[in-house]
């Protein structure tokens, strides 16, 4: 089971934390990607990080603003957003599959999802 937190209201240029907690009692087997909606748009691949934390991915979009990180002993998913963008404005969720090596940001490959967290970035 995974739960989302820390979404909420910014303006341009401001910066949210958004957290994942993942209840699974080998949390720390599973990699981690953190995805994202808007009205009207198909969801799409943010960042993902693998179970060691050792591969991190970006969409070209976010790269260099956002940075997603993970605490196993905590059984936690963290993405970290800077200089954020009314573009950036989505309902956020994070996810994960059971898998070793580098991560991917295919929403196929994720069979588990938390319920999504509201991200509105406006002045």
């Known amino acids: 089971q995974l739960v989302e937190s820390g979404g909420g209201l910014v303006q341009p240029g401001g910066s949210l934390s958004l957290s994942c907690a993942d209840s699974g009692s080998t949390s720390g087997t599973y990699t981690i990607g953190w995805f994202r909606q808007a009205p009207g748009k198909e969801r799409e691949g943010v960042a993902c990080i693998s179970h060691t934390g050792g591969d991190t991915q970006y969409d070209a979009s976010v790269k260099g603003r956002f940075a997603v990180s993970r605490d196993n002993a905590k059984k936690m998913a963290y993405l970290q957003m800077n200089n954020l963008k009314p573009e950036d404005t989505a309902v956020y969720y994070c996810?994960?599959?059971?898998?070793?090596?580098?991560?991917?940001?295919?929403?196929?490959?994720?069979?588990?999802w938390g319920q999504g967290t509201q991200v509105t970035v406006s002045s």
């Open positions: 996810a994960s599959y059971s898998g070793f090596g580098r991560c991917t940001m295919s929403k196929y490959e994720y069979p588990y």
